[in-house]
């Protein structure tokens, strides 16, 4: 049914909100994350079960996208009982429903349990993970399928795209400036600013585009698709109160071809939006034209960066051009463009909604609302979290991430992708937000959030990103393609044992020349992982160099195995794992390891229950 009006939208949902009666189970199962989980097989389990017990009729099943906590995926909500189970498995399934959800029974086994108490917990509020979070975008997730639009207009979507096509455009952008909104996808520019600009900006046909950037490319970076996958029309609907403010009647949304659920969500979301009058001619009867076009992108990470994104939109390589002609003025076929990414467009309908100060109470002085990011490496809690601007650090990692797997103890953690910098421990209390990140030599990027412990080696993180740097500069300006391949020859070269004192100072100025010279932020970002290890862990360069040694045993030509013969018990694990055959030893006697044939694969180190292996500097002998 196509909406004619705002009132016509209204009575929908009035109809859609009214409740059914049925008992709700909540799954996370429809996105990346939670099928590659097995979700798919504990949903069909359910089916089976409910239609075995007769309750296939008096149970609504919701299978929602991403739920955020990807460590304990799939997961089950019993929605009235306040239920949280997790990774919940098909084999599970006949005891949830017979216990729990007829006899009002906890299964202990499935209730998460905290890292740092081994407490159980059984409703998701208690559980810390979500505790600190402020889950403005992704908690709606939970409340809808990302299939049905029905279900986001039950919960009030597009309330607020009515609401801005009763306002005049300018007003709009009024809002979004009040707000305080900054562009979530790594530069932080003023939103409202950049469509006032885009707006105001001479066309002569008149023309202007609307763009979503979702070429998300950031190593350990997921969020832009788990919002495309879970809650697609959020976006949509961002993107058309944007179209209304700078008048534009055409948009496109850019998005990785490496998230193939996405697109499909995407595209489905577009369908059923222009099905309802949401999107197309005349939206809701307002005389207002848009129409979204999805493009997939082949991989690039450069193509993440503004001007070479529209390049390949154009269908051209895609490569940056110089910033002294904005976009905002002379992007898309020359036009006025106005590009911001998956979050900052799904934050548009949320401050239409609840209006500019309730945003701009959330947050800093000069970063408002939440921001949401990918925490991923050596933490315990994996997953996406949404935090408000300005929570220290030590928070995100320590209460909400639950700490170092393991009782390791934790060395940095890297913000903004691979062009972010890495902060220390020392720093761990420096607030979360544009501003205090850049004084500490990282920035927020898009989201990414890399925790790293005591066994990492801080000058193979900066070696490991500038190869991924390399592979993915477009190679235009020289700054780039010759800035980053050189330091990262040097950077190879320490790692291999073969450093000098002097390659450090060589590795300053080239970050400092990148910084100043490059084309494009791909280019003057990419030192960023280099010059922050060297200022807070350049002792680890310097043990590289003058000892030939890697503290944390990563890199290989710097570290060898040894065994303890005081400490070892002669058990034999280690000679069975052991891929090339290089350890010998009677049974209960103490073993040796061939360093001529060793690979230091670390299967032995790892195999070893009794702290008998060790990794020592080359030179070191066996006592």
């Not at 003023?190 to 490319?217: H, M």
């Not at 001007?307 to 390949?312: D, I, K, V, Y």
């Not at 609840?354 to 997953?383: D, E, M, P, R, Y």
């Not at 004192?501 to 990419?526: P, W």
Request: hydrophobic share 40%.
């Amino acid at each position: 049914m196509k909406l004619a009006s705002a009132q016509e939208l209204d009575r929908l949902r009035s109809e859609l909100s009214s409740a059914n009666g049925l008992e709700e189970i909540i799954i996370s199962a429809d996105a990346t994350c939670c099928l590659l989980r097995g979700a798919k097989g504990v949903v069909e389990a359910f089916r089976g079960e409910l239609a075995k017990a007769g309750l296939a009729d008096k149970v609504h099943l919701r299978l929602a996208g991403c739920l955020g906590f990807c460590e304990i995926e799939p997961m089950v909500i019993l929605k009235s009982r306040d239920i949280l189970y997790q990774r919940v498995a098909p084999q599970d399934v006949a005891e949830i429903v017979g216990k729990s959800l007829v006899g009002g029974e906890l299964i202990e086994r499935l209730l998460y349990q905290d890292p740092a108490t081994g407490q159980r917990m059984s409703s998701r509020e208690a559980v810390p993970f979500y505790g600190k979070q402020h889950r403005l975008i992704l908690g709606a997730n939970e409340r809808i399928e990302p299939v049905r639009i029905e279900d986001y207009l039950a919960i009030g979507g597009y309330a607020a795209l009515a609401k801005a096509l009763s306002m005049a455009p300018e007003a709009v952008i009024e809002e979004i400036k009040a707000s305080g909104l900054r562009g979530r996808g790594g530069g932080g520019f003023p939103t409202g600013k950049k469509w006032e600009t885009c707006r105001n900006a001479e066309s002569e046909d008149g023309v202007r585009y609307i763009i979503c950037n979702a070429d998300e490319g950031d190593p350990g970076a997921y969020m832009d698709r788990s919002v495309l996958e879970a809650n697609p029309h959020a976006v949509l609907e961002g993107m058309i109160i944007g179209s209304w403010a700078i008048g534009s009647r055409e948009g496109y949304v850019y998005v990785r071809n490496e998230y193939p659920l996405a697109v499909e969500h995407l595209n489905l979301a577009l369908k059923q939006a222009e099905e309802y009058g949401l999107l197309g001619g005349n939206i809701l009867g307002s005389g207002h034209d848009f129409r979204i076009q999805v493009v997939r992108g082949a991989g690039a990470f450069v193509c993440g960066e503004s001007t070479a994104l529209m390049q390949s939109l154009e269908g051209k390589v895609g490569r940056p051009r110089a910033k002294y002609v904005h976009t905002v003025e002379r992007g898309l076929y020359d036009r006025p463009s106005n590009l911001n990414n998956v979050e900052t467009w799904a934050n548009v309908p949320l401050i239409i909604d609840h209006g500019a100060a309730w945003f701009a109470s959330i947050g800093t002085q000069g970063s408002k609302g939440t921001k949401i990011f990918s925490l991923v490496g050596k933490i315990n809690n994996t997953g996406l979290v949404e935090v408000p601007m300005g929570i220290p650090l030590r928070e995100i990692i320590f209460d909400i991430g639950g700490g170092i797997p393991e009782g390791k103890k934790f060395k940095a953690v890297q913000t903004g992708g691979p062009s972010g910098g890495c902060i220390p421990e020392n720093m761990l209390d420096i607030p979360v937000d544009y501003d205090e990140l850049s004084k500490a030599g990282s920035m927020m990027g898009s989201g990414g959030m890399i925790v790293m412990d005591e066994d990492t080696c801080m000058v193979d993180v900066a070696r490991y990103f500038l190869h991924f740097l390399k592979g993915e500069s477009c190679g235009k300006c020289v700054a780039c393609r010759e800035g980053v391949r050189r330091s990262l020859q040097i950077l190879e070269r320490i790692t291999a044992g073969q450093g000098r004192l002097e390659d450090l100072d060589t590795l300053t100025e080239l970050g400092e020349y990148l910084q100043d010279t490059a084309l494009c932020a791909l280019g003057s970002t990419a030192a960023n992982p280099v010059l922050t290890t060297l200022k807070y862990f350049r002792h680890e360069y310097e043990a590289h160099i003058t000892e030939g040694y890697c503290s944390s045993g990563v890199c290989k030509p710097l570290f060898q195995f040894l065994i303890d013969p005081a400490t070892c018990t002669g058990c034999q694990v280690c000679k069975k794992r052991c891929p090339v055959e290089a350890i010998s030893g009677e049974k209960k006697a103490p073993h040796l390891i061939d360093l001529g044939k060793c690979t230091k694969c670390g299967a032995c180190f790892e195999a070893c229950r009794y702290g008998a292996i060790r990794k020592a500097r080359i030179k070191e002998k066996v006592a």
